[in-house]
């Protein structure tokens, strides 16, 4: 059934393509952070193991809101492995070494890129869309993402 909540049905098929890449660079950066949590080694495993598990408990909260609000706007989220990694502007390698220190570097860079993806986007939502809606909720996702990355770039020496 049809959403009929105030915005044009091509405004909300566009908001709902930008929100599933969104939501694409969410997994793909849970997935990573799932990686980091299993397979870290060194002197401060446990530590970086348990930071990466609350991390990764974040971001799997954040992929079912994106997909919710793709579905509030009455489109079907992808829910595919092959969909995401089509639809990601992130790379699902991770380079270097299982320390805590090669994890959180990569980590890192994936909040930042996913941080001037959602600002570059914030007005466009609202103003050319008409959805302050999703406006607002990527602002809120944004900050989520602006305190994710202070956490990591705080275990950096």
């Given at each position: 059934?049809?959403?009929?909540?105030?915005?044009?049905?091509?405004?909300?098929?566009?908001?709902?393509?930008?929100?599933?890449?969104?939501?694409?660079?969410?997994?793909?950066?849970?997935?990573?952070?799932?990686?980091?949590h299993?397979?870290?080694?060194?002197p401060?495993?446990?530590?970086?193991?348990?930071?990466?598990?609350?991390?990764?408990?974040?971001?799997?909260?954040?992929?079912?809101?994106?997909?919710?609000r793709?579905?509030?706007?009455?489109?079907?989220?992808?829910?595919?492995?092959?969909?995401?990694?089509?639809?990601?502007?992130?790379?699902?390698?991770?380079?270097?070494?299982?320390?805590?220190?090669?994890?959180?570097?990569?980590?890192?860079?994936?909040?930042?890129?996913?941080?001037?993806?959602?600002?570059?986007?914030?007005?466009?939502?609202?103003?050319?869309?008409?959805?302050?809606?999703?406006?607002?909720?990527?602002?809120?996702?944004?900050?989520?993402?602006?305190?994710?990355?202070?956490?990591?770039?705080?275990?950096?020496?």
């Amino acid at each position: 059934m049809e959403a009929k909540i105030g915005i044009k049905p091509e405004y909300l098929a566009e908001v709902a393509h930008s929100l599933s890449k969104i939501l694409a660079d969410e997994f793909v950066l849970y997935t990573k952070t799932r990686n980091a949590h299993w397979n870290v080694v060194g002197p401060d495993f446990y530590n970086k193991h348990k930071f990466f598990e609350e991390q990764y408990g974040q971001l799997e909260e954040i992929v079912d809101q994106v997909a919710e609000r793709i579905r509030t706007l009455g489109h079907y989220a992808p829910a595919t492995l092959k969909q995401y990694l089509e639809l990601t502007h992130l790379s699902e390698d991770i380079r270097g070494k299982n320390d805590s220190q090669g994890y959180i570097k990569v980590l890192l860079e994936d909040h930042e890129s996913i941080l001037i993806h959602l600002r570059e986007n914030i007005d466009g939502y609202a103003n050319s869309l008409k959805d302050l809606g999703t406006s607002d909720y990527i602002t809120g996702l944004m900050e989520k993402h602006e305190t994710m990355a202070w956490m990591l770039r705080a275990h950096l020496s």
